[in-house]
């Protein structure tokens, strides 16, 4: 089974990948791994949020919105590679959310990116990764993540 056919079977779609908005790439090779710029929850959805977790969001809505954002990492990679089955292993994601400064539950958010790779790809989808509470990100998305694949 391919891994857009384990997508599917998911109840999942891809996106369309979001563009970058300045002087840098969705991705970059470097031998045999792929790093893909920080993404966020805004491809495919109909109304990008915009706040932080703790005040206008949820820990459960930052976990969707970890998971959509995950969906755009995604749809970045099948647009550099044309496939995601020519993906080997998630190496590490790092996630900035967006919350207030009492906020303590990151980790919770970011299981949404984290549980959708493991779930996409199985053992190879489980990964390192660090999260960090940031007081302001690009846009006022809820959370932005970086990723490193190895690739064939």
Known sequence: MSIEDR??????????????????CNCVRSGNLLYV???GPVAGLEVVPKGKVGKEYTVEQGYEFAKATG???????KL????LDKVKRVVKLQGFVNATEEF?????VLDGCSDLMADV?????????????ATSVRKNLPIIIDSIFEIE
């Open 7 to 24: 997508i599917n079977e998911l109840g999942l779609a891809l996106p369309s990948a979001s563009n970058p908005q300045g002087s840098y």
């Open 37 to 39: 710029s920080g993404k």
């Open 71 to 77: 969906l755009d990492i995604l749809a970045a990679i």
């Open 80 to 83: 550099e590679l044309g496939s």
């Open 104 to 108: 303590e539950e990151h980790p919770k």
């Open 121 to 133: 790809f199985g053992e190879k989808g489980v990964h390192a990764r660090s999260v960090f509470g």
